[in-house]
Nanobody, 117 residues
Framework: QVQLVESGGGLVQAGGSLRLSCVAS???????????MAWYRQAPGKQRELVAS???????AYADSVKGRFTISRDNAKNTVYLQMNSLKPEDTAVYYC????????WGQGTQVTVSA
């Protein structure tokens, strides 16, 4: 059983930066083998969308709307995946969700990101 817990959201001004973290909680000493990790986001009244993803081999992909501004990365020793968000825009405002696949898929609870104009 895996639990994903996001953190790092908050309120920033346009042009600012935030780094989101997603910690995969497992039994002590357990090494996770995550085949795929991703960040999704969902704004009120809108469909959830894929923002960034990374495979176990380190291949990354980004939505066109965030290319050049967002970076997904991981720290396997800490069972953590990050989303560095730079040059934030008001349209980036959403709840951001961590997603991972091992034997099955898991979702985090989400963390709110609000970007003011």
């Amino acid at each position: 059983q895996v639990q994903l817990v996001e953190s790092g959201g908050g309120l920033v001004q346009a042009g600012g930066s935030l780094r989101l973290s997603c910690v995969a909680s497992v039994a002590s000493g357990t090494i996770l083998s995550l085949d795929y990790m991703a960040w999704y986001r969902q704004a009120p009244g809108k469909q959830r969308e894929l923002v960034a993803s990374e495979t176990s081999s380190g291949i990354t992909a980004y939505a066109d709307s965030v290319k050049g501004r967002f970076t997904i990365s991981r720290d396997n020793a800490k069972n953590t995946v990050y989303l560095q968000m730079n040059s934030l825009k008001p349209e980036d405002t959403a709840v951001y969700y961590c997603y991972a696949i091992t034997r099955r898929d898991y979702w985090g609870q989400g963390t709110q990101v609000t970007v003011s104009a």
